[in-house]
Protein backbone atom coordinates (compact mmCIF):
# COMPACT_ATOMS: atom_id res chain seq x y z
CA UNK A 1 0.00 0.00 0.00
CA UNK A 2 1.41 3.62 -0.82
CA UNK A 3 0.92 6.55 1.26
CA UNK A 4 -0.18 10.04 -0.12
CA UNK A 5 -0.12 13.39 -0.18
CA UNK A 6 -2.63 14.76 -1.72
CA UNK A 7 -3.26 18.20 -3.29
CA UNK A 8 -6.61 18.57 -5.54
CA UNK A 9 -5.41 21.70 -7.22
CA UNK A 10 -2.71 19.46 -8.82
CA UNK A 11 -4.62 16.30 -8.51
CA UNK A 12 -1.71 14.62 -7.01
CA UNK A 13 -0.76 12.24 -4.53
CA UNK A 14 2.57 12.05 -3.05
CA UNK A 15 3.48 8.53 -2.10
CA UNK A 16 5.03 6.53 1.11
CA UNK A 17 4.24 3.18 2.19
CA UNK A 18 4.91 1.63 5.47
CA UNK A 19 5.85 -2.42 6.47
CA UNK A 20 6.10 -4.33 9.56
CA UNK A 21 8.56 -5.20 12.67
CA UNK A 22 8.12 -8.42 13.54
CA UNK A 23 5.87 -10.79 11.28
CA UNK A 24 2.97 -11.92 13.73
CA UNK A 25 2.37 -15.66 13.62
CA UNK A 26 -0.31 -16.88 10.85
CA UNK A 27 -3.56 -16.08 12.50
CA UNK A 28 -2.46 -13.69 15.63
CA UNK A 29 -3.69 -9.96 15.73
CA UNK A 30 -1.03 -7.66 15.04
CA UNK A 31 1.14 -6.56 17.95
CA UNK A 32 0.52 -2.71 19.47
CA UNK A 33 2.07 -1.18 21.97
CA UNK A 34 0.38 -0.08 25.33
CA UNK A 35 1.26 3.85 25.74
CA UNK A 36 -0.52 6.21 24.04
CA UNK A 37 1.32 6.44 20.31
CA UNK A 38 -0.05 2.77 19.98
CA UNK A 39 2.32 1.85 17.25
CA UNK A 40 0.88 -0.76 15.39
CA UNK A 41 2.54 -3.97 13.13
CA UNK A 42 1.33 -4.02 9.61
CA UNK A 43 1.50 -7.49 8.91
CA UNK A 44 1.06 -7.00 5.62
CA UNK A 45 3.62 -4.92 5.19
CA UNK A 46 6.93 -6.07 6.19
CA UNK A 47 9.70 -3.64 7.29
CA UNK A 48 12.20 -2.63 4.17
CA UNK A 49 14.35 -3.01 7.05
CA UNK A 50 14.86 -4.78 10.37
CA UNK A 51 13.66 -2.99 13.37
CA UNK A 52 11.37 -3.19 16.11
CA UNK A 53 9.01 -1.31 16.99
CA UNK A 54 9.36 2.10 18.93
CA UNK A 55 9.41 2.63 22.77
CA UNK A 56 5.69 4.00 24.09
CA UNK A 57 6.09 5.30 27.46
CA UNK A 58 3.32 6.34 29.42
CA UNK A 59 4.53 9.74 29.06
CA UNK A 60 5.65 10.80 25.54
CA UNK A 61 8.29 13.39 25.65
CA UNK A 62 6.23 16.54 24.76
CA UNK A 63 8.66 19.03 25.02
CA UNK A 64 11.77 20.93 23.58
CA UNK A 65 13.24 19.69 20.20
CA UNK A 66 15.78 17.44 18.81
CA UNK A 67 18.48 18.70 15.97
CA UNK A 68 18.77 16.12 13.58
CA UNK A 69 22.14 16.11 11.49
CA UNK A 70 21.44 14.98 7.87
CA UNK A 71 24.48 14.87 5.51
CA UNK A 72 23.48 14.00 1.58
CA UNK A 73 24.84 13.34 -1.40
CA UNK A 74 23.85 17.07 -2.77
CA UNK A 75 24.79 19.01 0.98
CA UNK A 76 23.47 19.27 4.57
CA UNK A 77 19.60 18.94 5.09
CA UNK A 78 19.63 19.55 9.20
CA UNK A 79 16.07 18.81 10.29
CA UNK A 80 14.71 20.46 14.05
CA UNK A 81 12.10 17.88 15.25
CA UNK A 82 9.80 19.62 17.49
CA UNK A 83 8.06 17.17 20.38
CA UNK A 84 5.15 19.64 21.35
CA UNK A 85 4.01 19.80 17.53
CA UNK A 86 4.22 15.84 17.20
CA UNK A 87 5.44 13.67 20.33
CA UNK A 88 4.71 10.40 18.83
CA UNK A 89 5.95 11.41 15.42
CA UNK A 90 9.04 12.77 16.82
CA UNK A 91 9.36 9.49 19.13
CA UNK A 92 8.99 7.06 16.15
CA UNK A 93 11.09 9.50 14.13
CA UNK A 94 14.71 9.21 16.59
CA UNK A 95 13.93 5.31 17.06
CA UNK A 96 14.06 4.74 13.46
CA UNK A 97 17.14 6.70 13.19
CA UNK A 98 19.00 5.19 16.13
CA UNK A 99 18.29 2.13 14.44
CA UNK A 100 20.20 3.22 10.89
CA UNK A 101 16.75 3.09 8.98
CA UNK A 102 17.02 5.80 6.94
CA UNK A 103 20.81 5.92 6.20
CA UNK A 104 21.84 5.16 2.87
CA UNK A 105 18.32 5.81 1.58
CA UNK A 106 17.11 7.71 -1.57
CA UNK A 107 14.63 10.55 -1.32
CA UNK A 108 12.30 8.76 -4.32
CA UNK A 109 10.00 11.86 -5.42
CA UNK A 110 10.16 15.12 -6.24
CA UNK A 111 7.02 17.15 -7.53
CA UNK A 112 7.05 20.78 -8.93
CA UNK A 113 3.27 21.63 -9.14
CA UNK A 114 2.38 25.17 -8.51
CA UNK A 115 0.86 24.48 -4.98
CA UNK A 116 3.01 21.59 -4.38
CA UNK A 117 6.49 21.57 -4.23
CA UNK A 118 7.98 18.97 -1.98
CA UNK A 119 10.63 16.09 -1.69
CA UNK A 120 9.78 13.20 -0.72
CA UNK A 121 11.90 10.88 1.58
CA UNK A 122 12.18 7.76 4.05
CA UNK A 123 11.61 5.20 2.22
CA UNK A 124 14.70 2.10 2.49
CA UNK A 125 13.90 0.57 -1.29
CA UNK A 126 13.29 3.90 -3.13
CA UNK A 127 10.46 2.71 -4.77
CA UNK A 128 7.81 4.53 -2.04
CA UNK A 129 6.23 1.08 -1.22
CA UNK A 130 8.66 0.52 1.81
CA UNK A 131 8.34 1.08 5.83
CA UNK A 132 9.16 0.19 8.98
CA UNK A 133 6.81 -2.51 9.27
CA UNK A 134 4.39 -0.10 11.51
CA UNK A 135 1.87 2.47 11.72
CA UNK A 136 1.00 5.06 13.68
CA UNK A 137 -1.42 7.59 14.84
CA UNK A 138 -2.11 11.33 13.35
CA UNK A 139 -0.50 14.29 15.32
CA UNK A 140 -2.63 17.00 12.44
CA UNK A 141 -1.46 20.12 12.94
CA UNK A 142 -3.82 23.39 14.40
CA UNK A 143 -2.40 26.56 13.66
CA UNK A 144 -1.62 26.57 10.00
CA UNK A 145 -3.07 29.26 7.88
CA UNK A 146 -5.09 28.79 5.43
CA UNK A 147 -3.34 28.63 2.05
CA UNK A 148 -3.78 32.06 -0.36
CA UNK A 149 -4.44 30.01 -3.71
CA UNK A 150 -8.25 27.87 -2.37
CA UNK A 151 -10.79 30.33 -2.06
CA UNK A 152 -12.62 27.44 -0.57
CA UNK A 153 -10.27 27.83 2.37
CA UNK A 154 -10.19 24.10 2.88
CA UNK A 155 -6.33 24.01 2.23
CA UNK A 156 -3.96 25.20 4.87
CA UNK A 157 -0.27 26.55 3.83
CA UNK A 158 2.62 24.19 4.33
CA UNK A 159 4.96 26.67 4.00
CA UNK A 160 8.71 26.43 3.01
CA UNK A 161 10.96 24.67 5.12
CA UNK A 162 8.22 22.43 7.09
CA UNK A 163 8.55 18.88 7.73
CA UNK A 164 5.89 16.31 7.40
CA UNK A 165 4.99 12.85 7.12
CA UNK A 166 3.52 11.12 4.13
CA UNK A 167 0.73 8.56 4.68
CA UNK A 168 -1.80 6.62 3.04
CA UNK A 169 -4.82 7.51 4.51
CA UNK A 170 -6.37 8.37 8.54
CA UNK A 171 -3.72 7.14 10.90
CA UNK A 172 -0.89 5.45 8.79
CA UNK A 173 2.22 6.90 9.93
CA UNK A 174 5.43 5.16 9.03
CA UNK A 175 8.62 6.33 8.12
CA UNK A 176 8.11 8.39 4.78
CA UNK A 177 8.57 11.96 5.14
CA UNK A 178 8.18 15.30 3.15
CA UNK A 179 10.38 18.39 2.56
CA UNK A 180 9.00 21.39 1.46
CA UNK A 181 10.77 23.94 -0.81
CA UNK A 182 8.06 25.79 -1.69
CA UNK A 183 4.70 26.97 -0.56
CA UNK A 184 2.19 24.54 -0.81
CA UNK A 185 -1.58 24.00 -0.60
CA UNK A 186 -2.41 20.84 1.13
CA UNK A 187 -5.67 19.68 3.40
CA UNK A 188 -4.44 19.93 6.98
CA UNK A 189 -4.22 15.78 6.78
CA UNK A 190 -0.14 15.78 7.41
CA UNK A 191 1.29 15.45 10.25
CA UNK A 192 3.83 18.20 10.84
CA UNK A 193 6.83 17.37 13.25
CA UNK A 194 9.26 20.12 12.24
CA UNK A 195 11.34 22.32 10.30
CA UNK A 196 14.47 21.93 7.88
CA UNK A 197 17.40 24.35 8.61
CA UNK A 198 18.38 27.21 6.83
CA UNK A 199 21.37 24.57 5.07
CA UNK A 200 18.53 22.33 4.28
CA UNK A 201 16.77 24.88 1.81
CA UNK A 202 19.72 25.60 0.36
CA UNK A 203 20.17 22.27 -0.45
CA UNK A 204 16.42 21.51 -1.48
CA UNK A 205 16.84 24.25 -3.81
CA UNK A 206 19.52 22.64 -5.82
CA UNK A 207 17.94 19.46 -5.98
CA UNK A 208 14.48 21.14 -7.00
CA UNK A 209 16.20 23.42 -9.50
CA UNK A 210 17.60 20.19 -11.27
CA UNK A 211 13.89 19.02 -11.65
CA UNK A 212 12.73 15.68 -12.10
CA UNK A 213 13.82 12.89 -14.49
CA UNK A 214 12.02 12.47 -18.08
CA UNK A 215 9.89 9.59 -19.11
CA UNK A 216 8.88 8.02 -22.14
CA UNK A 217 5.82 9.20 -21.56
CA UNK A 218 6.82 12.93 -20.03
CA UNK A 219 9.13 14.47 -21.49
CA UNK A 220 8.81 17.23 -18.61
CA UNK A 221 6.87 15.88 -16.19
CA UNK A 222 6.09 17.35 -12.54
CA UNK A 223 6.40 14.56 -10.02
CA UNK A 224 8.35 11.87 -10.17
CA UNK A 225 12.36 10.80 -9.87
CA UNK A 226 14.33 13.95 -8.82
CA UNK A 227 16.98 14.24 -11.63
CA UNK A 228 19.39 15.21 -9.00
CA UNK A 229 19.84 11.79 -7.20
CA UNK A 230 19.56 12.96 -3.40
CA UNK A 231 20.54 10.25 -0.63
CA UNK A 232 20.35 10.28 2.75
CA UNK A 233 23.97 9.50 3.80
CA UNK A 234 23.65 9.35 7.61
CA UNK A 235 20.63 10.33 10.09
CA UNK A 236 21.74 10.62 13.71
CA UNK A 237 20.49 13.36 16.05
CA UNK A 238 22.86 15.42 16.83
CA UNK A 239 21.13 17.60 20.34
CA UNK A 240 18.23 18.48 22.19
CA UNK A 241 17.23 21.91 23.49
Do not use: F
Given at each position: MKRALISTFAAVALVVSGG????????????????PCQYTQTPDEPPARPVPLPPDPRRT???GTVDIAVP???GPLPLHLDRAKAPCTVQSF???ARHGFYDRTVCHRLTAYPTLKVLQCGDPTGTGEGGPGYKYKDELPVDL???PTDPTGARRLYGRGLLAMANAGPNTNGSQFFVVYG???LRPNYTVFGTVGA?????LDKVAARGIEPTAEDPTPVDGTPALRTELLRVRP????
Open positions: SVATASEGAPPRTTHGPSRTSQLHLPPADSADGLTTSCRH
